[in-house]
């Protein structure tokens, strides 16, 4: 589109030409590699792709595939090299190489180094737009930097025309961010506005319902946007969980310990939903089965130190002397 815009149709001629055989055919075997690539196959994609690029070396933006693969294979110096080529293609490459090698960099050299590259390399646009922005405050909250989301996601809502469909998105993500740096009041408007615009997104529903739940307000406002979402998104163990913890806060906990075992049964590995059925278990004076599911948790590797600590505290004293 960038080169169509600027008047640059020859270019985009010179690396692929539909009237050209070979051309056509390794977009043929882009696409094959593409199937494999969606199915993590990476090495038979690789093998494709190779293949497509062997016929159209000139469509160098076909390698993006090929970083992206070798990215997936934890081959992150052959996936940099890549991408830093891809920056001469255009614009639009360029900045997506940029976001990539950063990707790269936060699992090689560490979170400063990513975000100092992207930062050096944002800097270098010369007229930013609302998509810039967005891709820069993803960032920074993929990377836990919300103070700096919060000022890029500002800066997109700025730029957008009242109508665009992305602001129910800027709204739910800047809000999600406010909750992070505990300005409940700001990510609760955020959040309330996002759905007031658009009603039906049911993960924005549940972050906002399982907040409140855990704050111990709106409950039974709570319990009914839940179970909106559940209506919107059947079967997910997030919004399952959400439901069995607000039956939980209500006191309710034959109905919770219902939605709470569908909720381990759907994602046994979570440490949350877990704790929450425990918690549940010896509310119904389970108290042996909670314990077992407590020490279940301890033995999952990620896991955060404060629920560590929680879960200890209860195998000694239970939930109700910690409540």
């Known amino acids: 589109e960038i080169f169509i815009l600027n008047g640059q149709e020859k270019k985009i001629k010179s690396f692929f030409n539909c009237k050209k055989a070979s051309d056509s055919i390794a977009e043929f075997f882009y696409i094959i590699a593409n199937l494999y690539a969606s199915e993590k196959l990476y090495s038979q994609s690789n093998f494709y792709l190779k293949i497509s690029l062997f016929l159209n070396k000139n469509f160098l933006s076909n390698n993006a595939l090929l970083a992206e693969n070798f990215y997936y294979q934890k081959k992150y110096k052959l996936s940099e090299n890549i991408y830093r080529s891809a920056k001469s293609i255009g614009e639009a490459y360029s900045w997506h190489a940029s976001k990539s090698i950063a990707k790269i960099l936060s699992k090689t050299k560490g979170v400063e180094k990513s975000v100092e590259s992207l930062e050096k390399d944002f800097n270098l646009i010369l007229n930013p737009n609302f998509e ?61 506005e996002s759905l007031n615009i658009s009603p039906d997104q049911a993960y924005v529903l549940n972050y906002l319902a399982y907040t409140w739940v855990d704050k111990k307000v709106n409950l039974d406002e709570s319990l009914v946007m839940l179970e909106k979402a559940m209506d919107l998104k059947k079967n997910d163990p997030y919004i399952t969980d959400s439901i069995g913890w607000a039956y939980f806060a209500k006191k309710k906990y034959d109905k919770a310990e219902y939605y709470l075992q569908k909720a381990v049964e759907m994602l046994p590995g979570d440490p949350i939903i877990k704790d929450h059925y425990a918690d549940t278990l010896w509310m119904l004076n389970k108290s042996i089965q909670a314990r077992h599911i407590w020490k279940q948790i301890l033995e999952i590797s990620e896991i955060e130190q404060k629920l560590k600590d929680d879960i200890n505290l209860k195998l000694v004293f239970g939930l109700k002397k910690k409540l």
Do not use: C, Q
Request: charge should be positive; avoid cysteine; charged fraction near 35%.
């Open 132 to 192: 810039h922005y967005f891709a820069l405050a993803n960032f920074y909250k993929d990377h836990e930097y919300y103070e700096k989301s919060v000022e890029y996601y500002s800066l997109v809502l700025d730029n957008l025309k009242k109508d665009h469909y992305l602001i129910p998105v800027v709204l739910d993500r800047r809000g999600t961010s406010y909750e992070r740096m505990g300005k409940w009041k700001l990510a609760e408007k955020d959040l309330k």
